[in-house]
């Protein structure tokens, strides 16, 4: 029974890096943008906000492409659903303010740390993922922080940059982990 969970995961490793590296060049791009852009509600601002959990979305669906685990898969799916619902509370929340996107980034932040929290456990025995677990765990904490700065006198947006460039860091550490892991396999 284990070889045939280390043949799966082989089968499985090689996307996942490649999808791990994506996410990170994404990330650190996007982080960059809203640095630029600053923390005016711009057009463009809204749009590198809508689009960071859009991208989320379709990173989580090419994942369950690969995903054969019922309980892995079930996360992702919840992974789509809560980024998609994020995208749309963005883009809603940004006709508001400030405030209103870091609560709903924040929520979002939240839910979808638990996730890959959870998803890095399952994941844990193709080796790589205590990044991912690390990761979703400081996703939550986050979350809580966006939260919390919703509330002060001047939000800033600028605080998002840290998180995605952060995430994206997590990321490339995966997929460095997952290459040494097939490595030695």
């Known amino acids: 029974m284990a070889s045939t969970a280390s043949a799966e995961h082989v089968g499985v490793t090689p996307a996942l890096r490649r999808l791990y590296v994506i996410r990170f060049v994404f990330a650190a791009a996007w982080a960059v943008l809203l640095l630029l852009s600053g923390s005016d509600l711009t057009v463009a601002t809204k749009l590198l906000l809508f689009i960071y959990p859009a991208f989320d979305v379709v990173a989580a669906v090419v994942d369950?492409?690969?995903?054969?685990?019922?309980?892995?898969?079930k996360g992702l799916y919840t992974n789509i659903a809560t980024s998609s619902l994020a995208a749309v509370g963005v883009a809603v929340a940004s006709a508001s303010g400030v405030a209103d996107v870091l609560r709903v980034w924040g929520a979002w932040a939240v839910v979808s740390?638990?996730?890959?929290?959870?998803?890095?456990?399952?994941?844990?025995?193709?080796?790589g993922q205590w990044a991912m677990i690390v990761s979703g765990g400081i996703s939550v904490l986050a979350g809580g922080s966006f939260l919390r700065?919703?509330?002060?006198?001047?939000?800033?947006?600028?605080?998002?940059?840290?998180?995605?460039?952060?995430?994206?860091?997590?990321?490339?550490?995966?997929?460095?982990?997952?290459?040494?892991?097939?490595?030695?396999?």
Do not use: E, K
Request: proline share 3%; net charge positive; charged share 20%.
């Open 64 to 73: 369950t492409r690969s995903a054969r685990a019922d309980r892995l898969v």
């Open 113 to 127: 740390g638990l996730v890959q929290l959870l998803v890095g456990v399952v994941r844990r025995p193709m080796g």
């Open 149 to 185: 700065s919703a509330s002060q006198d001047d939000p800033s947006l600028t605080t998002l940059a840290g998180y995605a460039a952060l995430g994206g860091i997590f990321f490339l550490v995966s997929a460095l982990r997952l290459s040494r892991s097939t490595g030695r396999g």
